[in-house]
């Protein structure tokens, strides 16, 4: 079955810090991995995806398919960094689902 | 550019009500899904569509109904309000034909039910 596992609910880093969001993956072929983020009052919008091998507002993630993660890293978080961060896996097939994580949420204190 | 639009934002149901969520995209996109999300269960399928006509069943769909009678609308009928049907319900397009293509959300709409 497919599967995200986002194990942390709550990561809580100081303004400058490095950031680690942990997502691990249960899929049976070629995954596609995406981060997704919502901002408060904000609407859920993508942040990158896997593929397009991208920075975005500083942020990487790496798929490794060896111990089946796609974390998110930053290497120096900024207070508005803190949202709601979730990781999500295309489906199988031509069903075009998207499966979720439960989600982290980042707070960066000053 | 108005994207994905949902209907009511906030809405405040009796147990054994009904009522329709209202979804709408103006990308042409053939993808529509419905999302509620909890906290700590993060965002669970309900129910999605790959084209006019086309509906299926996502991971939580009991005592919710769609159908998708154009490719711009995809309304969530609540058939019989229940407190565990409390939550914020978010719709989504996309585009198919390409695996990694961005879903576009909706700003939400948080339904209470008591």
């Known amino acids: 079955a497919q599967r995200v596992t986002q194990p942390e609910k709550l990561l809580s880093v100081f303004k400058g810090a490095p950031v680690e969001l942990k997502c691990n993956y249960s899929?049976?072929?070629?995954?596609?991995l995406f981060w997704y983020v919502q901002y408060s009052r904000q609407r859920l919008q993508l942040l990158l995806r896997?593929?397009s091998r991208e920075s975005i507002k500083g942020f990487t993630a790496d798929l490794n398919k060896g111990e089946t993660s796609f974390h998110l890293k930053k290497p120096f978080a900024q207070e508005e960094d803190s949202a709601m961060y979730y990781c999500?896996?295309?489906?199988?097939?031509?069903?075009?689902?998207?499966?979720f994580g439960s989600g982290t949420r980042l707070l960066v204190r000053p | 550019n108005a994207g994905v639009t949902q209907t009511p934002k906030f809405q405040v149901l009796k147990t054994g009500q009904s009522m329709t969520l209202q979804c709408a995209q103006d990308?042409?996109?053939?993808?529509m899904s419905w999302y509620r999300q909890d906290p700590g269960m993060g965002l669970r399928l309900i129910h999605y569509?790959?084209?006019?006509?086309?509906?299926d069943q996502g991971e939580v769909p009991n005592g919710y109904n769609v159908s998708r009678s154009t490719t711009e609308d995809f309304p969530l009928r609540l058939l019989s309000a229940a407190p565990s049907q409390t939550s914020v319900y978010f719709c989504?397009?996309?585009?198919?034909?390409?695996?990694?293509?961005?879903?576009?959300f909706g700003q939400g709409t948080r339904l209470t039910v008591v």
């Open positions: 989504a397009s996309r585009l198919t034909g390409d695996m990694n293509t961005e879903a576009f």
């Open positions: 899929y049976s072929g070629s995954p596609e």
């Open positions: 896997h593929i």
């Open positions: 999500a896996l295309d489906s199988v097939g031509s069903s075009y689902k998207l499966i």
């Open positions: 990308m042409n996109h053939e993808y």
């Open positions: 569509s790959v084209g006019a006509g086309i509906t």
